[in-house]
Nanobody
Framework: QVQLEESGGGSVQAGGSLTLSCAAS????????MAWFRQAPGKEREGIAT???????TYADSVKGRFTISRDYDKDTLYLHMNNLKPEDSAIYYC????????????????????WGQGTQVTVSS
């Protein structure tokens, strides 16, 4: 059973940076596709970044060039480095995991992700 716990959310002004962390038990024990999703008020949850165990990554167009997903096996932690933040980035951010054997590891396939964290709030002010 994979357990995920996000941290690092907070409030920041537009143009600023934040790094989210996701403590992920068993990250190093199996091949997991890891992802970050977000949900803004009144909107559907959207996938914004994925990383496979071979470190290949994909990004939503809305964050490409500004956000970076990465993992640290020594710390069993997934990260989302966010730069040049915009007010429209304000949302609850969720960490998610899927066994690669059963997942295409795509940001548009939310149903593939079996394990979820509780979310962390990011607020960007203009």
């Amino acid at each position: 059973q994979v357990q995920l716990e996000e941290s690092g959310g907070g409030s920041v002004q537009a143009g600023g940076s934040l790094t989210l962390s996701c403590a992920a038990s068993l990250l190093r024990d199996s091949a997991f596709c890891m992802a970050w999703f977000r949900q803004a008020p009144g909107k559907e949850r959207e996938g914004i970044a994925t990383e496979e165990s071979d470190e290949s990554t994909t990004y939503a167009d809305s964050v490409k060039g500004r956000f970076t997903i990465s993992r640290d096996y020594d710390k069993d932690t997934l990260y989302l480095h966010m730069n040049n933040l915009k007010p429209e980035d304000s949302a609850i951010y969720y960490c998610a995991a899927a066994e690669e054997a059963y997942s295409a590891c795509e940001i548009n396939l939310e149903s593939d992700f079996r394990y979820w964290g509780q979310g962390t709030q990011v607020t960007v002010s203009s």
